[in-house]
Structure formats: C-alpha cells, structure tokens
C-alpha cells in the first residue's frame, strides 16, 4: 500500500482534492478537472511496467472505444511522473448505490428492474468482449443525478479486479459475499459471464431487501455461506415482488452456473416476465441489448483493439506431444466461446504424429524386422481377450518387447472368410499383438515405453489402469466444458 496523495497533487488532468477511500492496492480519490470538473482518480500500487498493468491499459481502452452510456467514461489510463499507474473516470454528481441503500433504504420493483436493465446491458457489452467485470457490488455501481431515467447508473471499476487477481493471483480481492461460488473455490475455467451474472443478481437482491443474503462475521464463514448455504427467496421478505422476479433472482443465484441462465440478456428477459421496459431506458439502452447495427459496429470497432489475452480463458483438450496422451491447452487468444469452437481445437485423432515422422495409420516397425503388415481396419477384428475392458476395447496393447513384433495373420479373400484374426508369437514370448493405434517402443515418457519394460501381465494391468485414469480425468474436463 502506497502512501496517501497530499491535496492539490496533480495526477493526469487533475487536481486531487481528497481521499474517498483505500482498497489495498489501489485508492480512490476526489479530484477536479482544469474547468472544475468532478472526476474519480484511481491510483494503482502495481508494476507499471508488468504484463498486469499493460492487459490493464489494453482493456481500458477497449472500454473507452466501446462508450457504453452505463459504463463510467474512462478520461485516462496511464502512469504519473514519478512511476504511479492511475485511471481518471468521469461520473458527475451523485452517489453509489451502496450510499444510496444506507440513506433511504430497499429500491421500489421498478427501480430495481431499472438498474438492472442498465447495468445488465453493460455487462452484455463487455461479455461481447469477451471481458468480465468481476469485482460486482453496490460500490461499484454509480447512481447519477438525471430527472429522465431514475435511478440512472453507471457501471464503475472494469477490469480492476482482473488486475489485482493478476498482480497477486494468490489474493482474494473485493467482498466474499459477491463473489461466485466458482470465484470462491479456485477453479478458474468455470468463472465466466455467469459469474457476473450472479453478482448481477445479489445486488438486486440486496436493492430489494436491504440485506444480503450472505454476509457472516468474518470472512472465512461468509465464503462457506456462498459455497454451501442458501438464499431465502425474495417473496419471503417481500410478499410484494412480482413472482417473475422472484423466479429469475434466485434462478441466477445458483450454485452451479450451468443452473443460472445463459446469459445476462436472458436474464433480463426473464427479469420483466413479459412486461416491457420505460420508452426513456430503451431509448437508452435498448440499441445494446437488440444488437442494432450501430452498436455492432462498435463492439466490432473494440474487438479490434482486443488484447492477448482474454478476460476469461477457454480451454480445450488437445490430443498431442511425443507420447500422444490428452494434454490441456489454456488458449492465450481471444476466442468466440462457444463449444462447436471449442471442440475444433481438439485435434483428430487419426492427426495424432510419432517421433519417428510415420503417419497415423503406419503400424510401428520393430528393430531388424520388416515392417508389419496389418489387415485393412474394416476386416481385421480385436484380438481375443477373457478379461477385456469395454474402456480399452478399440485400442490394442504396446509390444512388451521390440525384438518379438506383432504379425497380422493373412486375410482370407474367399467369401467364407467370416472373421479374421491377429496371430501372435509362441505364447513364450509374451507378446501381444499391435493395431494402427499403437505407440512405438523406443519413444520415451509415454504409457507404451513403461509398458515394454515391464512383464507381459503387468503391462497389461498397468496400461489399463492409466488408459482408466486418462479416461476420469478427460471426463472431469469435459463435464467442466460442457457444463
């Protein structure tokens, strides 16, 4: 934590009036423009010049082109003479919601859905950007002095707490009792817009009650509230809330984010339960959430400034390396995510490479042998097994030796030729035979090399369980994905 800024420091355009408030490694100040202008300066306690900081600057500038009316307006992102990272923001006169809840209480329905239909539209817009906010509270939400809309809000803080997660990943940053449960836990993949969407939902649960459905005395029991515990439903604190409401908060509140809706623009849909907005706020944000061409245009306008990283990460299985075991890659790039892309990344199997250069299909060849001759796929059926496991049915085991090669048997060509089997060596070699699929003995660090130097039985168990193992964990992956 860096020290306080005195009065009448200058920072960017401004005139740093006084501190509004100290969140560990940033504080919020008060400043004045050149004209006198009301503008909120953040000043950021992290490397300038660390990767961070630059996703940061990259990110801001994508907000600032895209010039939601519920995103606060960026004025600048850079670093002071004297080596500060700062963010001046202009907002004009009025207050937070969290200030606003505390001075006159629980927001009527319509305001609520008001607030929601704007701050919801700017979430949409970031998530178009494959950005997320993840830092969602009645502190972050700025209410403005506007006669036209009411309560008219602005969307404060994007992206900072990507950049404190990314300064000290081993931090836990912002309140618990906003957080996701997927943020709580650790798991990483599964903190998307459905994570915003359910922060979404605890601010409109706490404008409508004044209270928040989790908060305990400390911080550990609030995160084992989040994690575990339930939210009592609306209507019960509040007989008056339309059942729609009710039924679309609580949706979006679930534990599992495959429980919550798709969307934050479904969401809202669900929110009005068929009732159609105030004409001022669709004036106002109804080009956003109908993607009108103007607005594409912009969006499409900032996907062009897109940084290299993205604010959520997609991740996909790859089959791959030397040993061709299923490997996770964390994609670095900005990519649509959707699961048809996904599953585009996973390679074919039949494009699976060998260190030696043959082709999928090319069966390996043993050391001072000829090259094994195997039957076309379609005629040559497994090799007989009593304790075959249905998991390992269409891959055939490694050699357990490179001096004793498998040799398919001759396919018969006469029309009485029903099956056709794979003929081994003498039982006393303890070879078993080799499809298309399987690995050459002398590649090194996979299941196959262990497997060669091991007993026939043994490789046989050994394999099985790893191919078992593999198979549990491809699974969890892709239970994660398809969630």
Known sequence: MGRELPQGTTVGVCTIE????????????????????????SVFHVDPDGQPWQHFVAESQQVKTLAHPCLADIVETAVTSSGLPFQIVWLGSGEELSERLRRSGALTTAETLSCAQQVGSALSALHSLDLLHRGLSPERIFV???????????LLDVGVARLLDD??????????????PEQLTGFSIDVGPASDEYALALVLYQSLTSSRPFKADSAAATILQVVRGGAEPLRVLRPDIPKAVDAAVMRALAKERTGRFAS????????????PIDRALDDLIGPWLRGAASTRAVI???????????????VALQMGGDAAVPMVVEDQATVPNTMEEVMRLAVPIERISYSDGRSPSAPPVAEGSSPIKV??????????????NPLIESITDAPSSPSAPSVAAPVPSGPSATTNKVASKPADSATESTGPMSV??????????????????????GERIGLIVLGLIVGFLLRHLLG
């Open 264 to 275: 934050v623009t479904e969401f809202l849909t669900a929110l009005q339960g068929g009732e």
């Open 18 to 41: 006084r501190l509004r408030e100290r969140r560990g490694l940033y504080d919020v100040y008060s400043a004045t423009g050149p004209e006198g202008q009301a503008y909120r300066v």
């Open 144 to 154: 403005c002095d506007d006669p036209s809309i009411k309560p008219r809000v602005r």
């Open 300 to 314: 499409e306008q900032a996907q062009a400034q897109a940084d290299s990283k993205p604010s959520f990460q997609v």
């Open 440 to 461: 050459p003995a002398s590649e090194t660090e996979s299941p196959a090399k262990i497997a060669a130097n091991a007993p026939a039985k043994s490789s046989s168990i």
């Open 167 to 180: 300064a000290i990943p081993s931090g836990l940053w912002g309140s618990p009792e906003y957080k996701a």
């Open 375 to 388: 039957a076309p796929a379609k005629t040559v059926a497994p090799v007989e097994t009593t304790d075959r």
